[in-house]
T-cell receptor, first 113, second 110 residues
Framework: EAQVTQNPRYLITVTGKKLTVTCSQNMNHEYMSWYRQDPGLGLRQIYYSMNVEVTDKGDVPEGYKVSRKEKRNFPLILESPSPNQTSLYFC????????????FGQGTRLTVV | SQKIEQNSEALNIQEGKTATLTCNYTNYSPAYLQWYRQDPGRGPVFLLLIRENEKEKRKERLKVTFDTTLKQSLFHITASQPADSATYLCVHFGNEKLTFGTGTRLTIIP
């Protein structure tokens, strides 16, 4: 089954404690991206990757890191989480450069206290 | 940069009627627009894509139109059902990224 898998689904952490949210896709997509969703603000892109070893900042990259060492995986890293990073996060993948649909993961609800 | 605006934050429609959602874009005319459905706490799910040279696209009870003169796309659900209740997102892919509207929360009233 074609899917994007995020883990964990829910996470509560403390300020400053490094964390990683994993994202994996099984569709051989070149393009992967991370979004955060906040009430009234919609989905905003954090980082994206056009292919392996190629990553770029989206609209709200501050406080986040990503890596793309393999085509299928695109982890999101918060080196020192802060309460303003409390949000619902989504990973997505699609074929790059074509007008095709994006597939989204189930979401990760992060709370930083 | 491109901005996508969905003017109605919420829309209530009687079951069986046609729901019409509006998406307006600023700046340049996108090559295409996508529409997604999102249920609470879940990831968006792709519904339809319409290119700028297409006036209309249909899929079962769904219809999307694209008017480059008005810089607008309309999304219609005919014979609406309570199961159609969700948030609908208008999305543009350009400059290597997806730009989302804030969505319209549609409620179908039985």
């Amino acid at each position: 089954e074609a899917q994007v898998t995020q883990n964990p689904r829910y996470l509560i952490t403390v300020t400053g404690k490094k964390l990683t949210v994993t994202c994996s896709q099984n569709m051989n997509h070149e393009y992967m991206s991370w979004y955060r969703q906040d009430p009234g603000l919609g989905l905003r892109q954090i980082y994206y990757s056009m292919n392996v070893e190629v990553t770029d900042k989206g609209d709200v990259p501050e406080g986040y890191k990503v890596s793309r060492k393999e085509k299928r995986n695109f982890p999101l890293i918060l080196e020192s989480p802060s309460p303003n990073q409390t949000s619902l996060y989504f990973c997505a993948s699609s074929f790059a450069g074509t007008a095709t649909e994006a597939f989204f993961g189930q979401g990760t609800r992060l709370t930083v206290v | 940069s491109q901005k996508i605006e969905q003017n109605s934050e919420a829309l209530n429609i009687q079951e069986g009627k046609t729901a019409t959602l509006t998406c307006n874009y600023t700046n340049y005319s996108p090559a295409y627009l996508q529409w997604y459905r999102q249920d609470p706490g879940r990831g968006p799910v792709f519904l339809l894509l319409i290119r700028e040279n297409e006036k209309e696209k249909r899929k079962e009870r769904l219809k999307v139109t694209f008017d480059t003169t008005l810089k607008q796309s309309l999304f219609h659900i005919t014979a609406s059902q309570p199961a159609d209740s969700a948030t609908y997102l208008c999305v543009h892919f350009g400059n290597e990224k997806l730009t989302f509207g804030t969505g319209t929360r549609l409620t179908i009233i039985p």
